[in-house]
């Protein structure tokens, strides 16, 4: 489940992580395989695009209750994929764009 930071407050400051301050400064072909994928992703913002699914999830919920359905509770604790480079993911998500 992702977390969604509502307000500015909610941003902290990366140096206030000590798992990120021994991490080594981005060098050039990063910062410009990161720039060439903000450039092509970057487009208006088409708020019709964006939906509630939080709402959705307990209208449906409501809905189901209303007809007597008992929600199920699934116990499974998702699998967390291999770790992968920042370098290796940045060229995939820039290879996905072509």
Known sequence: ??????????AKEPSHFAEL???PEAGEEVLALMTKIVDK???DLDLRMCHD????RIEALIT?????VVAQVKEE???KPAAKSMMEMLRE??????
């Not at 189901?64 to 007597?68: R, T, Y």
Request: zero cysteines; a positive charge; hydrophobic letters at 25%.
């Open 1 to 10: 489940m992702a977390t969604t930071l509502r307000y500015r407050d909610e």
């Open 21 to 23: 301050k021994d991490l």
């Open 41 to 43: 992703m970057t487009k």
């Open 53 to 56: 699914g939080y709402k959705e």
């Open 64 to 68: 189901s209750k209303m007809k007597g």
């Open 77 to 79: 604790k998702p699998k």
């Open 93 to 98: 998500t820039a290879e996905s764009l072509k």
